[in-house]
């Protein structure tokens, strides 16, 4: 099979996977204004909300995954911590004897 014939019918079913650094350059390049930090491009990654995998020490991260949620749904990356519901039980304050 010839070379171009190959990287057509490859291009359509392989995932883009990069390295944190160029998956962050790329979200950089098509939006330079970007709020998101490399910081949270881990967490993102981290946290299961942008697919992804460990090779030895990196992290790879589908970028096209990611480029898609950001482009159609964005708070489905929200890292926001949940609020502590009402059955939460609170502690008692303990009380201090004042020893005068």
Do not use: C, Q, W
């Not at 079913?13 to 962050?24: E, G, N, Q, V």
């Amino acid at each position: 099979m010839s070379k171009k014939k190959e990287s057509e019918i490859l291009s359509g079913r392989i995932p883009r996977m990069r390295t944190l650094d160029a998956a962050y350059a790329l979200v950089r390049k098509v939006d330079p204004g970007t709020s998101l930090t490399k910081h949270a491009l881990r967490a993102l990654a981290l946290a299961g909300r942008v697919p992804s995998f460990v090779v030895g020490n990196k992290r790879l991260i589908n970028v096209d995954a990611l480029l898609d949620r950001m482009a159609s749904d964005p708070e489905s990356l929200s890292l926001k911590k949940t609020e502590p519901t009402l059955a939460t039980p609170k502690l008692p304050i303990r009380r201090v004897a004042e020893n005068a």
